[in-house]
């Protein structure tokens, strides 16, 4: 059974680094993970996606490891404005699931 | 660019009732998601249109919610008749399916979502 897992909550500072990891079993190796960011009241936001090794753009990068069980969302220098929640998607090519993670509650302080 | 549009942005209805919402996706996406989101949780999965046929509907629980795209571009989603555990974020988002190395991956653009709210 297809299932992503991410931490609930996670606290951070202003300037720091955050990784958000997520946890994804029997993910083959062209399944596809992606990112998003939800504001209250609004619908996630794509942040970034990749499916091996590791993707950088310009707001975050994205580390897949050779064994591919979980990934990681690395935010730099967090702001104020970073407060969200993050998830994880993972979209299986075999069956053609696309499988949201429960989100992860970031919240960066002064 | 104009985004994904839903309306209405919040319905409240009795339990028993019916209820419809609506998705206008991006210009020239082919693909159309139906999510629901209950409070708390990651976006569900309810249906997916690849233009005007269906890719995936193995969540959808079929003997209460509806969804159709007629002409390929807007959907509709319906809920007949309503329970309490509806009571949820409906979220409509939409792609261009984009293919690479033999596989493919969708970027998605989420409308801001229909609160319902069912007592």
């Known amino acids: 059974l297809a299932k992503t897992t991410q931490p609930i909550s996670m606290d951070s500072y202003e300037g720091q680094e955050v990784n958000i990891t997520c946890s994804h079993n029997?993910?083959?190796?062209?399944?596809?993970i992606t990112w998003y960011q939800q504001f209250p009241s609004q619908g996630p936001r794509f942040i970034i996606q990749?499916?091996?090794t590791k993707v950088t753009n310009e707001v975050a990068s994205l580390f897949i490891p050779a064994d591919r069980k979980s990934s990681t969302l690395s935010l730099p220098r967090v702001s104020l404005s970073d407060t969200a929640v993050y998830y994880c998607l993972v979209a299986y090519n075999q069956g053609g699931k696309l499988i949201f993670g429960q989100g992860t509650e970031l919240s960066v302080k002064p | 660019e104009a985004g994904v549009a839903q309306s209405p942005r919040y319905k409240i209805i009795e339990k028993r009732q019916s209820v419809a919402f609506w998705c206008n996706p991006i210009s020239g996406h082919a693909t159309l998601y139906w999510y629901q989101q209950i409070l708390g949780q990651g976006p569900k999965l309810l249906i997916q249109?690849?233009?005007?046929?269906?890719?995936?509907d193995s969540q959808l629980p079929k003997d209460r919610f509806s969804a159709e795209r007629l002409k390929g571009v807007d959907s509709t989603l319906k809920i007949q008749p309503a329970k309490l555990e509806d009571s949820a974020v409906y979220l409509c988002a939409s792609s261009s399916i984009i293919s690479g190395t033999g596989t493919s991956y969708n970027e998605q653009f989420f409308g801001p979502g229909t609160r319902l709210t069912v007592l």
């Open positions: 029997n993910i083959a190796t062209n399944d596809y």
């Open positions: 990749g499916y091996k």
């Open positions: 249109f690849q233009n005007n046929g269906v890719v995936d």
